[in-house]
């Protein structure tokens, strides 16, 4: 009883810290975050342990998930948007949408769900990265279908292995060794991520005769998003970062089909 009574009491003070921890103090966080990137510790709120089922629940609440989808549009929205948009006009560079059949599978589901695996899941799990990876990237480069769907469900069930839920490495030995040369790397592993999943949305644009040094400008918004994604995986779990990124994603689909819904004729 005294057991069960304590394990009562550690989900209430989570779930009190999830409700009362500020946006700003995690703002506060992510800023301090990016100038030296580190894998611990984990935000307040989130439940311990390494164990899968723990990295995969969200551990967040959505309206916190929406405030960080709102600092990003607006970021986006404000600065990063018009930069990108400049870059384009000056570069002759054309952004691939079809606004006649909006990719809301992809946006909400598809693209979250594989990026995440492919940028952002080995951050935590080192030890998958040499299967994962090259799996993620032939699906991620293929893009939705019968095969790439199976192989994306081989890599889950990959994930979901009992051995996918011990420790980035343990204790002893070279795997110490190891843990310790990762840490010190880390910082140069996750901008490097983040920098990667930026230059990948390039091809959503027909860059045409685009000069080089102004294609990173295009993908500027990505950019920015890919290191709160990257802050949110390390800090709350690939969970959390797969549902943000399908909420930053959806918001500005979302805002076309009702522009499109109210005006028909902008695609004809």
């Given amino acids: 009883m005294t057991r069960q009574l304590a394990s009562y009491m550690v989900v209430i003070v989570a779930k009190t810290h999830i409700n009362t921890t500020r946006f700003r103090s995690e703002l506060t966080d992510f800023v301090g975050f990016l100038k030296r990137p580190t894998l611990g510790p984990r935000t307040p709120g989130r439940r311990a342990g390494s164990s899968v089922s723990v990295d995969w629940l969200p551990g967040v609440s959505i309206t916190r998930l ?4 709102g600092f990003l549009w607006a970021l986006n929205l404000v600065f990063l948007g018009p930069i990108a948009v400049m870059a384009a006009g000056a570069g002759g560079a054309q952004h691939r949408l079809n606004l006649s059949a909006i990719p809301w599978m992809m946006a909400l589901l598809w693209a979250p769900l594989v990026e995440e695996l492919v ?6 799990r080192l030890a998958h990265v ?13 893009g939705p279908g019968w095969s790439t769907g199976l192989l994306l ?17 343990q204790r002893q030995g070279k795997t110490w060794r190891m843990l310790l040369n990762y840490r010190r790397l880390f910082p140069w592993v996750f901008h490097g991520a983040s920098l990667a999943f930026a230059g990948v949305h390039l091809v959503n644009f027909n860059l045409h005769q685009m000069a080089w040094w102004l ?3 295009l993908v500027l918004p990505q950019w920015l ?6 802050w ?15 909420i930053f994603n959806g918001g500005p689909l979302l805002v076309v089909w009702m522009i499109l819904r109210l005006n028909p004729g902008i695609v004809s």
């Fill in 66 to 69: 929406l405030q960080w989808a």
């Fill in 119 to 124: 940028f952002r899941y080995s951050l935590r």
């Fill in 130 to 142: 040499l299967w994962l990876l090259p799996a993620g990237i032939v699906v991620m480069l293929n």
């Fill in 153 to 169: 469900l081989a890599v889950l069930l990959m994930c979901w292995r009992p051995k996918a839920s011990r420790p980035l490495v």
């Fill in 215 to 217: 294609m990173p400008l």
């Fill in 225 to 230: 998003t890919g290191l709160v994604l990257g």
């Fill in 232 to 246: 949110l995986r390390v800090r709350r779990g690939i969970g959390a970062a797969v549902l943000l990124h399908a």
